[in-house]
């Protein structure tokens, strides 16, 4: 086999491959010993018809057969003999025919990850946002945990009003005549939630039990039933039972429910979790702010086989956090094409920065040893709440922690560009964003 690689450009290389004329001939006789084990030709018995035969009437099929199995069986040999490592499915672009005594030729071209040198990776002038804890957020966080344990319950109040959850039975009349699905009995509304016909809800409001009230509203125009869109009708409704929502009281026994020992405690393990998530966020954005500024400096041109795969992975991620949360991306209105069309830069911008990260890890010789991936998966372990041992079995995977090491190798190139940049604190961002807000309105 001779091969030949020619260099397109950074990302793309051509490879010539000639297979030597004795492998061609080779394929061809076990292809069409192949065929005739099966062929079914009138006037011949399986196994005993002529190669000529066979020839005329499976020649194309032998053909196609034969330059698959020569290029699968050449290609990534030559590869990798040229240490050649294709980020995404070589394309095959120039292919000849295959002929017994004759050699084969064809040509690939395949993607290739960029050799890159960084450069202007050191001194870089970054902003950080200062960090400003407002006390507030713990107060919100409990109303915001309170409402997530409110309870309905018996109104001693005689009438309905907005925001009350009401039981109700109904009966719908078009032209005094009741409709299909018009009626319920023991429904359930929540007075001011929009769920009902525009101006029923409206309608229901200072009803008092036993109540019976006509209630006049019309349907909408786009209504799903034909036969009632845009029409008037008269519901009867009897009111049955008012329902309103209780909050619990914020107390030690409300702080028990979240595994505190007292609110003191559980005011306390809010602040500690805001704090951190305010340091990780201001943390994320001097990092995109590094990054950004790295690849700025460092102009790469990518293939788009890393950045289908960033994709694949990013889609993936989202497409997790939103089947954690009962949602889907269709739910989103959202498809492949669609999510692919609105995360492409994103997913450019993190390989651009990748590249640029591993480049310089090598240039400064930076390296992770086994001590320190294990040491992080002890860490894993105890931060997650997880037996150490399960988190070993996860990484016991090649992928896992092959991941996990290159993950450490980032950290530590960022750390450095981090001590070697000159870092100004500015005011946080939103309250500017606030400020205008609050002049446009």
């Known amino acids: 086999m001779n091969v030949t690689v020619e260099e397109i450009s950074a990302i ?35 196994g005993k018809v002529p190669r000529a035969i066979l020839e005329q009437q499976y020649g194309p099929r032998v053909q196609y057969e034969v330059v698959g199995s020569l290029v699968n069986n050449s290609l990534y040999k030559a590869m990798i003999e040229n240490k050649i490592e294709p980020v995404s499915q070589p394309e095959i672009v120039e292919s000849g025919d295959v002929e017994k005594g004759q050699p084969f030729s064809y040509q690939a071209e395949v993607e290739v990850r960029p050799e890159i040198v960084a450069k202007d990776y050191t001194g870089l002038s970054l902003e950080k946002e200062k960090f400003s804890f407002d006390e507030a957020v713990v107060e919100q966080q409990l109303e915001q945990m309170a409402t997530s344990r409110v309870q309905l319950e018996v109104t001693k109040r005689k009438k309905a009003r907005e925001g009350d959850t009401v039981i109700v039975d109904f009966e719908g009349m078009l032209d005094g005549t009741v409709f299909d699905n018009g009626s319920a009995s023991d429904y359930q509304l929540e007075l001011g939630s929009g769920s009902f016909i525009p101006g029923f809800e409206e309608q229901v409001v200072g009803m008092k039990r036993e109540d019976v009230k006509e209630i006049d509203v019309t349907f909408p125009e786009n209504y799903g039933a034909k036969e009632l869109a845009g029409k008037p009708v008269v519901f009867k409704v009897t009111m049955k039972e008012i329902k309103e929502k209780v909050e619990p009281k914020i107390d030690d026994d409300f702080a028990k429910e979240f595994g505190a020992e007292n609110l003191a405690e559980l005011k306390e393990k809010i602040r500690e979790n805001s704090v951190k998530q305010e340091e990780d ?8 702010n590094l990054m950004n500024a790295l690849v700025e400096k460092n102009p790469v041109e990518i293939p788009d086989g890393m950045t289908q795969n960033q994709l694949l992975h990013l889609k993936d991620n989202f ?15 959202m498809n492949d094409e669609t999510f692919n069309k609105t995360y492409r830069e994103m997913a450019e911008q993190q390989v651009k920065g990748e590249l640029i990260l591993d480049a310089i890890a090598k240039q400064e010789e930076l390296t992770v040893e086994d001590a320190e991936v294990d040491e992080k998966i002890k860490q894993i372990a105890e931060e997650s709440g997880t037996p150490v041992e399960n988190v070993e079995k996860y990484f016991a995977n090649a992928q896992a922690r092959d991941g996990l090491k290159s993950q450490l190798l980032n950290d530590k190139v960022i750390d450095l560009l981090l001590n070697k940049s000159t870092v100004t604190e500015v005011e946080p961002k939103q309250d500017v964003q606030e400020e205008t807000t609050e002049e446009e309105s």
Do not use: H
């Open 281 to 288: 966020r201001i943390s994320g954005q001097l990092q995109e």
């Open 12 to 46: 793309k290389k051509k490879l010539s491959i000639e297979v030597a004329a004795e492998t061609v001939t080779a394929e061809l006789e076990k292809a069409y010993k192949k065929v005739a084990k099966t062929a079914n030709i009138k006037g011949f018995r399986k």
């Open 319 to 333: 497409s997790q956090r939103l089947k954690s949360q009962g949602m889907s991306l269709e739910m989103l209105g």
